[in-house]
Each structure stands twice: as structure tokens, then as C-alpha cells.
């Protein structure tokens, strides 16, 4: 069974670097898309990119100046790192898997609460 | 980017209806549709995927269906733990987009 769990600071100060780590068991993370998606309290899922197991990225515009995903196969984690944050960015930010880019997130992480306040 | 709409936003309902939830895409997506659960403080959960492709392990009373831009997820008897947020995905395109969520809640 794949596992992926989400760590990182639950606090940051505006205008500084949100980052976080998504660690997997139970499967390779040199295979499949690993993904960052968020959700601001009470709203919808925003997805924020992927990385492929070649360490290709791919963003969602609305964020792509902001954001770096980067894959750590040693470890067998990805991380997200977000710039310049402001209080719009306070979400419950989650890690999925899919296996291809053109499939469903099959595998999702718990989620970790990330506060933006000073 | 392909926009999601979902509809309705809320509905309530009883143990034993029939719910059907609209998500309605603003250019094909030739089925790259999945439907997802989410209940408070959890991870959503792929119920569907292909548009009508039920994930193993989910319960025969979810259906989907849907062609093009229109698709439809059905629960055809509810139970009390359906009562929950949907969320559609479209994965037709590499930016992913979800739909705004139809919450579902106890009459």
C-alpha cells in the first residue's frame, strides 16, 4: 500500500518560503507524478504542480513564479517550496500520486495545515 | 485552462435517495473525469475514475456517467456515510482543474 505523508512548519511569516516534504513508502518514487494540491479552509482543491519521476516539473500557471517541486529518490520524498507568501496562501496543503500524467491521483497524503501570519 | 463546474453546491438529502451531482466542463475531456470523496479533515478519496470507472474497494451504489463536456455522478441509495463533499477532476489536460465541490447533507 502507498503511503505518503506530508511534514513541514504549520507557520509562516508573509512574504517568506513555505516548504514542505512529501515522503513515500510502499512504492518508488522513480516512477509516477507526485503532486502538490491545496485547500484554503472551507474551499476547494487547488492543484499546484507535479514532478515526474525524471524530475520533469509542470506548474499551474496561477503559481509557476512562485513554486519549485523537487524530487529526492535517495530519500524517496519530493518537496514543494512556495515564495513570497501572503495570508491567501493559508491552506491545508496535501501530496497525491498518479501513476501517469493522464490518470487520477490514486494516493493522497493526510494533508498539513500551513498558516501564513505574522 | 479547463474550468469545472459542479452543480449544485449543496443538496441535501435522506438515507435511501437517489442523489445525482452535475460536473460540466468547459471543452471535451473525451472522460478524463474522476469523482472524489471528502469528508471533514480528510483527504479526498477517488470514487470513480474514466468517468465511470469504479474504484476498487467503492461501494456499487456509486455510478458515473457522462460524455464529452457533461458528466454525472449517482449514488443510488444513499448511506449515512455518504454524507460528504464531492469533487470532480478533470485530467484531460496536464493542468489539473476540480470542480468547486457539492457538499451533501443530511435532510
Known amino acids: 500500500q502507498v503511503q505518503l505523508q506530508e511534514s513541514g512548519p504549520g507557520l509562516v511569516k508573509p512574504s517568506e518560503t513555505l516548504s514542505l516534504t512529501c515522503a513515500v513508502s510502499?512504492?518508488?518514487?522513480?516512477?509516477?507524478?507526485w503532486s502538490w494540491i491545496r485547500q484554503p479552509p472551507g474551499k476547494g482543491l487547488e492543484w499546484i504542480g507535479h514532478i515526474s519521476y525524471s524530475g520533469s516539473t509542470n506548474y499551474n500557471p496561477s503559481l509557476k513564479s512562485r513554486v519549485t517541486i523537487s524530487v529526492d529518490t535517495s530519500k524517496n520524498q519530493f518537496s514543494l517550496k512556495l515564495s513570497s507568501v501572503t495570508a491567501a496562501d493559508t491552506a491545508v496543503y496535501y501530496c497525491?500520486?498518479?501513476?501517469?500524467?493522464?490518470?487520477?491521483?490514486?494516493?493522497w497524503g493526510q494533508g498539513t495545515l500551513v498558516t501564513v501570519s505574522s | 485552462d479547463i474550468q469545472m463546474t459542479q452543480s449544485p453546491s449543496s443538496l441535501s438529502a435522506s438515507v435511501g435517495d437517489r442523489v445525482t451531482i452535475t460536473c460540466r466542463a468547459s471543452?471535451?475531456?473525451?472522460?478524463?473525469l474522476a469523482w472524489y470523496q471528502q469528508k471533514p479533515g480528510k483527504a479526498p478519496k477517488v470514487l470513480l475514475f474514466?468517468?465511470?470507472r469504479l474504484e476498487s474497494g467503492v461501494p456499487s451504489r456509486f455510478s458515473g456517467s457522462g460524455s464529452g463536456t457533461d458528466y454525472t455522478l449517482t449514488v443510488s441509495s444513499l448511506q449515512p456515510e455518504d454524507f460528504a463533499t464531492y469533487y470532480c477532476q478533470q485530467y484531460y489536460s496536464a493542468l489539473y482543474t476540480f470542480g468547486q465541490g457539492t457538499k451533501l447533507e443530511l435532510k
Open positions: 471543452q471535451g475531456i473525451s472522460n478524463s
Open positions: 510502499g512504492a518508488s518514487i522513480s516512477y509516477s507524478y
Open positions: 497525491a500520486r498518479a501513476p501517469h500524467p493522464t490518470v487520477n491521483f490514486d494516493f
Open positions: 474514466a468517468a465511470s
